[in-house]
Nanobody
Framework: VQLQASGGGLVQTGDSLRLSCVAS????????LGWFRQAPKKEREFVAT????????YYAESVKGRFTISRDNAKNTVYLQMNSLKPEDTGVYYC?????????????????WGQGTLVTVSS
C-alpha cells in the first residue's frame, strides 16, 4: 500500500500549486484523507482533511481561505489546491489516510502516510 504525493516545487509568494496524492494497493474511498506539513526544524502540523465522501472538510487556521482539499474516489486521489502561497507555507507536505470515515487534525487518526513532496515559497 502506497500513498504517492506529487506537485511540490519552488514558487514565489502569491503563487499557486496543486498537490496530488494517489493511493495504490488499496482503496481509501471509505476513509478520510488529510494533508500535513513539516517545516525545517519544526513539528509536523495539520493542514487539511476531508471526509470519506468529500462532504466535510476542515482546515488549519493558517491556511483557511487559501487552501482547498478535494478528493476523487474513482481515481483514489486527494488534492490540495494552494493559493496565495506565503514563505511560511514552506515545508514537506505529506498526505495521509485516516483509520476513520471522518477526518481529524490528530496524526494518531491516520494509518498510512505518503513520502512527502517539498514546497518552497520564496519571498
Amino acid at each position: 500500500v502506497q500513498l504517492q504525493a506529487s506537485g511540490g516545487g519552488l514558487v514565489q509568494t502569491g503563487d499557486s500549486l496543486r498537490l496530488s496524492c494517489v493511493a495504490s494497493g488499496r482503496t481509501y474511498s471509505n476513509n478520510a484523507l488529510g494533508w500535513f506539513r513539516q517545516a525545517p526544524k519544526k513539528e509536523r502540523e495539520f493542514v487539511a482533511t476531508i471526509s470519506w465522501n468529500g462532504g466535510t472538510t476542515y482546515y488549519a487556521e493558517s491556511v483557511k481561505g487559501r487552501f482547498t482539499i478535494s478528493r476523487d474516489n474513482a481515481k483514489n486521489t486527494v488534492y490540495l489546491q494552494m493559493n496565495s502561497l506565503k514563505p511560511e507555507d514552506t515545508g514537506v507536505y505529506y498526505c495521509a489516510a485516516s483509520r476513520y470515515a471522518s477526518g481529524s487534525s490528530d496524526t494518531e487518526h491516520y494509518r498510512a502516510w505518503g513520502q512527502g513532496t517539498l514546497v518552497t515559497v520564496s519571498s
